[in-house]
Each structure stands twice: as C-alpha cells, then as structure tokens.
C-alpha cells in the first residue's frame, strides 16, 4: 500500500501566503504524477495543480501566476506553494499521488491525502 501524509493548511489573511506538503511512502516502484486537488464548502472537488514525472506542470486558470507545483523525487513529495491567497482559494486540499507499486507484482496504485483545510479570511 501507499500512503500519503499531508501538512501545511491553516489559516491566513487574504493575500498571504501557504506551502502544503505531500509525503508518499509504502512499497513505491515508480511515481508517475503528482497533484493537488481542492473542494470548498457545497462543491465539488476540482484540481488545482499536477506535475508528472518528466516535470511538466498544469494548473487550474484560477490559480495560475499565484501557485507553484513541485516535487522532490528524492523524498516522493509534492509541495504546492501558495501566495496572493484569496477567500476564494478556502477548502479542503487533497494530495494525490498515482504510479507503481511492488506487491506480488508491479502494480499500479491511485492515492489520496485525508486533505488539509485551508481557510482564507478577507
């Protein structure tokens, strides 16, 4: 199995700042993608921000220019650092993490944070 430890959410002022990390660990063979996903109060949940293995980043239109994906190969962590935060930015942030793993196998395996509550005040 693979689990992921989230940290980082909390709460700030709008137009401050926040880094949430993602740690990985278990029985990983391979990390193919990275991401951060969000849901706010009555929504559904959308993706924020995905990096692959090769690095190449996307980001949802509404974060673009005010947060930066990145990863640590080394360490099988994703962090997502957050500035010029908005209100609109509040929610629950979900780390996922999608790849390989060894069991009887390479296996491929889909894992999900417990998420971290961000909260922005105006």
């Known amino acids: 199995q693979v689990q992921l430890v989230e940290s980082g959410g909390g709460l700030v002022q709008a137009g401050g700042s926040l880094r949430l990390s993602c740690a990985a660990s278990?029985?990983?063979?391979?990390?193919?993608?990275m991401g951060w996903y969000r849901q706010a109060p009555g929504k559904q949940r959308e993706l924020v921000a995905t990096i692959i293995s090769g690095g190449s980043t996307n980001y949802a239109d509404s974060v673009k220019g005010r947060f930066t994906i990145s990863r640590d190969n080394a360490k099988n962590t994703v962090y997502l650092q957050m500035n010029s935060l908005k209100p609109e930015d509040t929610g629950v942030y979900y780390c996922?993490?999608?790849?390989?793993?060894?069991?009887?196998?390479?296996?491929?395996?889909?894992?999900w944070g417990q998420g971290t509550q961000v909260t922005v005040s105006s």
């Open positions: 996922n993490v999608h790849g390989t793993r060894i069991g009887v196998l390479v296996i491929p395996f889909n894992s």
């Open positions: 278990g029985s990983i063979f391979s990390i193919n993608g």
